[in-house]
């Protein structure tokens, strides 16, 4: 794989075992004898390999069965760049052990590592020609293949790198002659120069002849090394330079395979060549072109190996693998292990495998890997064989944080603590490896670590570790000298799961630790008798001899012990001649708490700042330390703290600072002084130490430390004032540390951004706050005030916090932080934001008018060297205007691209895609484009889904589409407040041109609008309206305005409308739809209207003194039937309702659901008393048409009747009636006009008390018609 910076390096500089510098050179390509030597005993088991991988034709096999196997790389076996991070150093045997017991648990037989391209730095095996080999730097290489050989793994080793990386490569050779001085440049000369050949098979002929000093057995006869790579990725390999190394190596090494390839796709002269495996190299895979180029190789007779792939992709690739034998290995990029402290060893390139993985991602990636391996015979083992070591017990204001170093295999961890009644587990889920805090335990405590395997049982625990109440405690566990201060004839090896430091000759030797305010050391020494170690307790420059208590422990091991001073350093000393070693270091320290700390990604906790500024960008090259001071312009500069009795009462006791320096040249270092009262100034020389940068890579780092201060309030910070360009120191985080403040709660813990009522907030910020003396924060964030529901939250030690969360526009959120300490916890306040408001016209990004010629366009738009050609031009677009031409070779880097860096940042926040015009008519099959962004600081990627070519047209790339190239690790989420880079890849195979115009940052509406339907008036509770209604449809979209919006009325025609007025009685369905700009419907929305304005009908029935109502409603239907008797209230009848005795009559109606009432009816009621009706007419006999009387008296036997009387004539025509008044009435009436006696009925309608009841009246009439 390529590298994408240089990295720094430092050479150990205590003695290497057996450290030999080899002058002379053996003759070019002859092989040599090895010479036998009794191998160094490392506590190593038994070599499971026992014969050698062999080819037949296109097959690997292994004792004559096929051999195919899935495969990792771990390029950093021989040295390594990675711990700490950007420093090149040996590897520990501890990391060497792990990655390869990490390798077999996944069922790995095969691991290619790059530990023999070793060449062109101090810590190289050939530092250069004329320094000759370093036999020394052989050590880490000879113990990672025989452990290999212990767990029957195979290895594939490149003997030279085709990349200018940090181990070394083909360059290096040349450079001897003055050749291929510019690593970025193509190197043929390797290839043609008799010289420079000569050298390198000089080279690899002592690489074949090399004795392994843990075996006994050279390289060339170990059965381990499975095949001999020509080099990595090497891109211009000739047939006669193939020809001639891999004679040599037949010659060399006639057991052993030779592999070769180049970086992508098929070297053609490989297929042809006297190799055994060809290897080819996929970023990513796919199941198609794996097996396309199998295909290729295994039908030219040669073995298959994918020697490297990207290993984000093993889930979507290896499955498909499985079953085609033509695949004869997957090898993965690539295999990384736990940390010698803490967590993993990481190497952010974006491919790094830790196991079982450390996300969702990964494990399904790791799984993977185990699956294929599994079901090529090889299922691996992951039980935990291996304890973990806490490292350290620190003290974070009264509460104990613990670190450990990982368990191989394990999948996470419980932590216990020691109680009287046995093991007690802190943790309620199993956590990872990262260090953790205890926020349950103070005071004294006894820790272990417990693994847990895969199936979820238990492995072996870590030893316990005590620390004391106010104390902390650090363990070495001596993997390797880095940690030390200072150290001289002594060195590290290996025996067994330890290490052992020892004097390397008879002159005795020295180790020095850094350990502020040392209480106690605890040494555990391997000896044969009582050792002799001296130690003494000091600054560096002064030392107190410590008394020594020295016990043994059994098995040849003692503890020595003794009492610390407070000092800041220990120095353990081997009197001459002693082979004492020393195996572990425990130290203890009362604490110092860091009373303020501020990693200076702003200048808000600085007291004074004169000519200084906050520089966040190019983190990889500073460590990750993304936030960092530096000088404005040349000239004086500073930056001053002030630290309050609030939290120092006492004032600092000292500082750590980070300060950074240029590699490029020799920069003057930062100035530190102190003051008591800000007044007065003295200057201080600090203890430092240094990690060096590599030139035009990683910076060099100076950690400065100064201790032992009294009484100090005030400290600054002083940049050279001659020293250019302005930049060329940095300083990083700065901590402050005192004695205490007595102990309590954290303090002062407030919010600070985004502050309480800021508005507009875009995109989702970065949260800050501050307090003292906290340990934890704990932070929530919700769009409630209770702080409800919440949208987003953590637990952190950091004073900063980027959620990763969508925040939505034009919302309120509230957010609150708790610091907690070992006293208690404090609250801040809660504050409030609010986000803006998304935009809706698009972004111009690049129109290209703008550009008056092609030399114009291809300054903004730069090549990327590491690809193949492209060239930017103008031609006419078919867009508008003038549009950018990519005409491109992709070459064998099978990419090209270019990149165009914005001369301000650019605000694409609230868009949802980047729209531009693209004319692919000219691309190949297979040809695909890639956008890449540089945002916030990170690299952003997205394909197009589409590849070869395409008729010209917008083409829209969500911004949800855009990920972190794997290289590139994990970014946080994609932040469009500021994008730096702009930039267009073509990947593939073959030539092409690429039109490109019209790039926008765009709204991208894929979403339909949002509709509602209302009414005027609003619709009752009944669901009914009494009178005409307005339905109006109301239509919104986040980017169109004005949606169109059409109504349907019942079954009827959809029309353009937003109202419609519904008259008809009855339920009427007005249907509604919207469609936006983009052509997006929304679904149909729908509201049923219903109106009643017809009163119900009803009816009244009266039988005996009970009364049943009959009432209809042709349209929402008869709530209820009212009723009420004379003066009384209104109530609802529930049935028949029986009318009291002493009442007449009652009044009645009926409403309707929608509230319409109907017209007030009477009935009349009466009593059950018989009475008995007289009636006389008077006169009796009267003339025809006179006028006439019926004098009528109800009587009954309980008093007298009341109501009323008719007088009905023979055609039932009532001729008169009149009411009761003490049983009596009068009736006057008309006589008839026909003579004779006539007959008349009188009806008595009865009371409350009598029942109705008839009698009858005569009327004699004289005079008239008969």
């Known amino acids: 794989m390529q590298p ?741 709660a954290p303090s002062g813990v407030t919010t600070t951004t985004p502050a309480d009522g800021t508005d507009g907030v875009r995109g989702v910020p970065t949260f800050t706050w501050t307090a003292s003396r906290a340990a934890l924060y704990r932070v929530v964030l919700s769009a409630h005030a209770d702080l409800s529901d919440p949208v987003a939250s953590t637990s952190t030690a950091s004073t900063s916090w980027v959620p990763e969360v969508a925040l939505d526009e034009s919302t309120t959120y509230y957010w609150h932080v708790t610091a907690l300490n070992g006293a208690g916890q404090t609250s801040s306040d809660t504050a409030a934001f609010a986000t803006a408001t998304r935009p809706t016209a698009p972004k111009v990004v690049d129109d290209y008018e703008s550009y008056a010629t092609d030399a114009d366009v291809s300054k903004a738009y730069v090549r990327n060297t590491g690809g193949g050609t492209i060239a930017p031009t103008l031609v006419a677009s078919g867009a508008s205007g003038q549009a950018m031409s990519l005409a491109f070779d992709l070459g064998s880097p099978g990419y090209a691209g270019v990149t165009r860096t914005f001369a301000e940042p650019q605000d694409w926040w609230g868009y949802d895609g980047l729209s531009m015009w693209l004319d692919r008519t000219a691309l190949e099959a297979d040809q695909k484009i890639s956008v890449q962004l540089v945002a916030g600081g990170s690299y952003w990627e997205a394909t197009l889904p589409q590849t070869g070519p395409h008729a010209p047209g917008v083409v829209t790339v969500p911004f949800a589409d855009f990920a972190p190239p794997a290289w590139a690790g994990d970014s946080g989420p994609l932040d469009l407040t500021r994008v730096t880079q702009l930039s267009f890849y073509l990947g593939g195979a073959g030539t092409g041109t690429l039109l490109v115009d019209d790039v926008r940052a765009v709204r991208t509406d894929t979403a339909a609008p949002s509709l509602t339907l209302t009414t005027t008036p609003d619709q009752p509770g009944s669901g009914w309206f009494t009178g005409a209604v307005d339905v109006v449809a109301s239509a919104k979209d986040a980017v169109d305005a004005h949606p169109a919006v059409e109504l349907q009325v019942g079954d009827g025609a959809w029309k353009a409308a937003t109202e419609v007025r519904v008259t008809a009685q009855g339920s009427t369905v007005v249907r509604a739809r919207a469609t936006d700009e983009a052509g997006n419907t929304s679904d149909v929305v729908d509201r049923t209207v219903r109106i009643d304005s017809v009163a119900p009908a009803v009816a009244a029935s009266l039988k005996g003194r009970v009364v049943t109502f009959a009432a209809t409603d042709a349209s929402s239907g008869v709530a209820k039937v009212q009723y009420r008797f004379a003066g009384g209230d209104w109530l609802t009848a529930e049935g028949s309702v029986r009318v009291p005795t002493d009442v007449a009559s009652l009044q009645y109606r009926a409403v309707d659901v929608a509230g319409n009432a109907s017209a007030v009816a009477s009935l009349a009621t009466h009593g059950s008393a018989r009475a008995v009706v007289l009636a006389l007419g008077l006169p009796p006999i009267v003339r025809a048409g006179a006028p006439a009387q019926v004098l009528v008296q109800v009587l009954g036997t309980r008093g007298p009747a009341s109501g009323a009387v008719t007088v009905t004539d023979a055609a039932g025509t009532v001729v008169g009636s009149a009411d009761l008044t003490h049983g009596r009435a009068t009736i006057r009436l008309t006589a008839p006009t026909s003579a004779g006696t006539h007959r008349f009925v009188v009806r008595y309608t009865g009371d409350a008390t009598y029942a109705p009841s008839t009698g009858q009246a005569l009327l004699y009439v004289i005079g008239g018609k008969r």
Request: charged share 20%; aromatic share 8%.
């Open 4 to 744: 994408t910076i240089h990295r720094p390096h430092r050479r150990r500089t205590g003695g290497l075992l057996a450290a030999l510098v080899v002058g002379a050179v053996v003759v070019t390509g002859v092989p040599v004898p090895a010479v036998a030597a009794a191998p160094q005993d490392a506590g190593l088991g038994p070599s499971l390999n026992h014969g050698f991988v062999t080819r037949d034709g296109s097959q690997l096999e292994l004792g004559g069965e096929p051999f195919r196997f899935g495969g990792t790389n771990a390029y950093w076996l021989g040295v390594d760049e990675n711990v700490p991070a950007g420093v090149v150093d040996y590897p520990t045997y501890f990391r060497i052990r792990d990655a390869i017991d990490t390798a077999a648990a996944m069922g790995t037989t095969v691991i290619r590592s790059h530990m023999l391209a070793s060449t062109g730095n101090d810590l190289s095996i050939l530092p250069s020609k004329d320094a000759g080999f370093s036999e020394g730097a052989f050590d880490t290489v000879d113990y990672a293949i025989a452990y290999a050989a212990t767990k029957g793994i195979r290895l594939i080793l490149p003997l030279t790198d085709n990349w200018a990386y940090y181990h070394g490569g083909l360059r290096d050779f040349a450079r001897t002659y003055g050749l291929c001085a510019d690593p970025s440049a193509d190197c043929p000369q390797f290839y043609s120069d008799p010289r420079v050949i000569a050298d390198f098979q000089d080279y690899v002929a002592t690489m074949l002849n090399h004795v392994n000093r843990y075996t006994g057995v050279a390289l060339k006869d170990d059965p381990t090394v499975m095949a001999w790579e020509l080099g990595n990725e090497l891109e211009g390999m000739t047939p006669t330079w193939i020809a001639t190394i891999s004679a040599q190596l037949r010659a060399g090494a006639p057991e052993q395979l030779v592999a070769a390839g180049r970086r992508f796709d098929i070297d053609p002269d490989t297929l042809a060549a006297d190799v055994d495996i060809v290897d080819v190299h996929y970023y990513p895979p796919t199941v198609a072109k794996v097996s396309a180029d199998a295909k290729t190789v295994t039908d030219a007779g040669k073995a298959y190996i994918a020697g490297e792939y990207d290993s984000n992709s093993a889930s979507a690739v290896l499955p498909g693998l499985v079953d085609n034998p033509d695949v004869t290995g997957m090898l993965s990029w690539s295999l990384f292990p736990h940390d010698d402290t803490s967590g993993f060893v990481q190497h952010l390139d974006g491919f790094q495998i830790h196991y079982p993985g450390d996300d969702p991602g990964m494990k399904e990636d790791v799984a993977a890997q185990r699956a294929y391996a599994a079901a090529l015979g090889s299922p691996g083992d992951d039980s935990v064989t291996r304890p973990p070591l806490i490292t350290s017990v620190t003290d974070d204001y009264g509460l104990h944080r613990l670190a450990w170093r990982g368990a191989t295999g394990a999948v996470g961890y419980d932590v216990q603590v020691e109680a009287v009644d046995g093991w007690t587990t802190l943790t309620d889920e199993p956590v990872g490896d990262a260090p953790w805090l205890d926020t349950e335990t103070r005071g004294a405590a006894t820790y272990r670590v417990v693994p847990i395997r895969a199936d979820g049982s238990r492995g072996p625990a870590s030893a316990p570790l005590r620390v004391g109440a106010g104390e902390q405690v650090g363990v070495d566990a001596l993997g390797s000298l880095t940690p030390a201060v200072a150290h001289s004839g002594v060195d590290v090896s290996p025996a067994g799961e330890e290490t052992v430091v020892a004097p390397t000759g008879d002159d005795g030797g020295s180790v020095t630790w850094s350990a502020p305010g040392l209480a106690e050391a605890r040494l555990t020494v391997l000896s044969a008798e009582r050792p002799r170690l001296a130690l003494a307790a000091g600054s560096g420059s002064s030392w107190t001899d410590l008394a020594a208590d020295v016990s043994p422990a059994g098995d040849g091991r003692w503890t020595v012990t003794a009492s610390g001073t407070g000092a800041e350093q220990l120095r353990v000393t081997w009197p001459a001649g002693s082979t004492d070693g020393l195996t572990r270091v425990e130290l203890r320290s009362a604490p110092q708490e860091a009373v303020l700390v501020d990693p200076l990604d702003d200048l808000d906790r600085t007291s004074a700042a004169n000519a200084v500024a906050i520089d966040t960008g190019d983190g990889p090259l500073f460590g990750g330390d993304t936030g960092r001071a530096k000088r404005t312009a040349p000239g004086s500069a500073s930056l001053e703290w002030t630290i309050g009795d609030d939290v120092a009462p006492d004032g600092v006791t000292g500082f750590e600072a980070s300060a950074y320096y240029w590699p490029d040249q020799s920069a003057e270092t930062l100035a530190f002084s102190v003051s008591e009262d800000g007044t007065t100034w003295r200057p201080l020389t600090p203890d430092v130490a240094t990690t060096p940068g590599v030139v035009g890579g990683a910076w060099r780092k100076d950690v400065v430390t100064a201790r032992a201060l009294t009484g100090v309030r005030h400290v600054r910070v002083e940049w050279p004032q001659g020293s250019t360009p302005e930049w060329a120191q940095q300083l990083g985080e700065i901590r402050f540390l005192a004695t205490g403040s007595g102990g309590g």
